[in-house]
């Protein structure tokens, strides 16, 4: 559609924008924009504000938003730059010696954690993004790329690390729980299921609380004889400019 770019304020448009991968999370049954409904930001224009339930996923699926104010009728492409509305927790599995054989990946469980809830960003008079939790049920979820049931074949120390991601809503940190399958010795025996033993190492994070825009990295170190895991926090910022035309 063609409009004549005036917003009663001055020569320009105002644009807000969210966006997610629809084939995995539909967000437009939920969503309510500010000019939609009395209740929400006085019934102001919609690019003042969007809040939407966002529902358990497969933890994989972002959800972003974008805005871009004033824009001038140029004609040139608006530009916007797209934040996240959710953290990353990022696990790396190495092994510093031939372990294969020994030892297997359960799941990683991130306990009593909040995965839904409702995510509302506003713009006017500033820009900020608010999850509430109420009504919704903090639980343990586990950590998606890993089959139920399946133990994971660890890699050798040559093969590449295998990165295993989750997303979840800004939220005070949680206790992650590391499972393993571990056989007593390597004698040509292959019972995982009666021979093995089943350890378990939790941790955290340094950060009191998960932020959204932020990645963090628990980086597992299995030696001979014990377990290292070390955290670090850096910005999410993965991904590359695409042109969507309107």
Not at 82 to 87: A, G, I, L, N
Not at 179 to 192: K, M, P, T, Y
Request: aromatic residues 8%.
């Amino acid at each position: 559609k063609i409009f004549w770019p005036l917003a009663g304020e001055g020569n320009g448009l105002d644009f807000l924008a969210v966006a997610t991968d629809t084939t995995k999370l539909d967000l437009r049954p939920t969503m309510v924009w500010a000019g939609q409904d009395d209740k929400f930001l006085h019934g102001e224009r919609n690019v003042h504000g969007v809040k939407m339930y966002v529902p358990v996923s497969d933890n994989d699926t972002e959800v972003l938003y974008a805005v871009a104010t004033r824009k001038c009728s140029d004609k040139s492409p608006v530009q916007m730059t797209f934040q996240h509305t959710q953290c990353c927790l990022e696990f790396r599995i190495s092994l510093q010696t031939n372990l294969d054989r020994l030892l297997r990946l359960d799941n990683i469980v991130v306990e009593d954690a909040y995965t839904s809830g409702e995510c509302r960003i506003e713009t006017h008079p500033s820009v900020s993004v608010n999850w509430n939790f109420e009504g919704t049920e903090a639980f343990s979820t586990v950590v998606p790329g890993i089959v139920a049931d399946t133990p994971v074949v660890m890699p050798t120390p040559s093969a590449p690390t295998p990165i295993y991601k989750m997303v979840l809503p800004p939220q005070s940190r949680r206790d992650i729980a590391f499972n393993f399958r571990q056989l007593s010795s390597n004698d040509g025996a292959d019972d995982w299921e009666s021979l093995s033993i089943r350890p378990t190492y939790t941790t955290s994070t340094d950060a009191a609380k998960w932020e959204a825009g932020k990645k963090y990295v628990f980086d597992v170190i299995i030696k001979l004889g014990e377990i290292i895991i070390v955290t670090s926090v850096a910005d999410w910022n993965e991904g590359e400019d695409i042109v969507v035309r309107v």
